[in-house]
């Protein structure tokens, strides 16, 4: 029934349109569109709704094939599970850093401590992975959860270096039991690591696993927790030197604004368009530098392995102002344990 569905639609659809090279380019991109449907294991409802995402779809393939081809440029763009979103729907419902106000005011700064290690000790490049201290990349869903994942995975690589063990730990329980954020509508990544410490400990995944939306914090015996932290630090705002040294150190949890290019996002260093407000949080895991010279930042998402290098992206490092690019070096946290 549903190919039958799908095969209607794409005989109307070839039916609609006149010229021949309109039509022939018309068919290619609804193959290209039956291709990535298959690939994800994308369905729609119904007609209408395919029609639409098939529209949507048609603007993001032709906005990525014009930019690639345009060329020179650090980084590519592509494909990948949420191309049939456009960027607004695509931040509604996938992103979800909702920072207080006071996390903007020069009031603050009393409480923003400056992580500060010997130089000596500060390696030219850093992958947390090769150290063993990120876990899998998750995928938050349709759930403005991205607080929780860059919280958890900074507390995830906290825990492997200095207690050796990586253990894959619980967003759900931030969501649940954090009430200084508001589950999937957004919170922050403090927030949720003063609820780790005010909760004593956290979960494993496998304990306390993920449910996509927000339910009632559950009364556990936290003795039966793996990982705590007992203290939380906010770095230096804008001094990407100081966020450096932190990275050196640990994964470290940041907030980003993102423009458009960033959800297309394929490969090399992101150089592109950045949004107005931090509105998603992510994981810094290391940092380094291209054999071409361009310095980034790598950091972990919690948008799936399909979406940019295997879930990870490479970020541009002192490229603008001392916010640093899509002002990654404005607002960042770590864990810690005195
Ligand atoms: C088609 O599916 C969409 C999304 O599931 C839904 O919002 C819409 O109401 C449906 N329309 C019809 C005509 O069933
Ligand atoms: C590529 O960009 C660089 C720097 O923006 C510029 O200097 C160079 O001329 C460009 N090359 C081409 C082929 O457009
Ligand atoms: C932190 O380290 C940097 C580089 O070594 C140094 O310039 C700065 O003065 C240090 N700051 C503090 C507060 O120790
Ligand atoms: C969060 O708020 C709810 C409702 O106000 C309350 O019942 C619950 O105890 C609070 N949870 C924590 C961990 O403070």
């Known amino acids: ?32 569109h039956q291709q990535w449907m298959t690939k994800y294991g994308i369905t ?25 081809s345009a060329g020179n440029k650090t980084y590519t763009l592509g494909l990948n599970p949420y191309s049939d979103l456009t960027t607004e729907e695509f931040k509604a419902s996938y992103t979800g850093l909702k920072l207080p106000s006071h996390a903007y005011s020069s009031k603050t700064i009393s409480n923003e401590v400056l992580f500060n290690i010997s130089t000596d000790n500060i390696p030219t490049s850093i992958d947390w992975r090769e150290r063993g201290a990120v876990t899998d990349v998750k995928r938050q869903g349709k759930c403005d959860s991205c607080w929780a994942f860059a ?19 619980s967003e759900q329980q931030l969501i649940d039991c954090d009430n200084g954020s508001h589950g999937c509508s957004g919170g922050n990544m403090r927030s949720a690591l003063d609820n780790i410490i005010a909760n004593r400990g956290i979960f ?11 339910g009632i914090c559950e009364k556990r015996d936290m003795t039966k927790a793996k990982a705590y932290i007992t203290c939380a630090i906010r770095l230096k705002r804008n ?58 930042w790598l950091i972990k998402n919690s ?17 603008g102002g001392p916010e640093g690019h899509c002002s990654i070096a404005f607002y960042a946290v770590i864990p810690c344990i005195y």
């Open 239 to 296: 001094d990407e030197e100081n966020l450096l040294r932190a990275v050196a150190e640990q994964p470290v949890a940041v907030a980003i604004s993102i423009g458009q290019d960033f959800f297309k996002y394929k490969g090399g260093v992101y150089s592109g368009s950045c949004g107005t407000f931090l509105d998603h949080g992510v994981t810094i895991v290391g940092y380094g530098t291209t054999v071409t010279g361009l310095k980034y």
């Open 1 to 32: 029934m549903k190919h039958l569905i799908t095969v209607c639609i794409v005989v109307l659809w070839a039916y609609a349109y006149p010229s021949m090279s309109q039509m022939l380019s018309e068919s290619s991109i609804i193959k290209a």
């Open 151 to 169: 919280t958890v995975a900074a507390v995830e690589g906290y825990w492997k270096i200095t207690m050796g063990t990586l253990l894959t730990l």
């Open 204 to 214: 494993e995944e496998y304990q306390y696993p993920y449910r996509e939306s927000r």
């Open 44 to 68: 729609y409802t119904n007609s209408s709704e395919m029609q639409k995402r098939f529209r949507i779809f048609k603007e993001n393939l032709d906005y990525i094939e014009k930019f690639n």
């Open 303 to 319: 948008w799936g392995k399909n979406w940019g290098v295997d879930g990870y992206m490479k970020i541009q490092r002192q490229g």
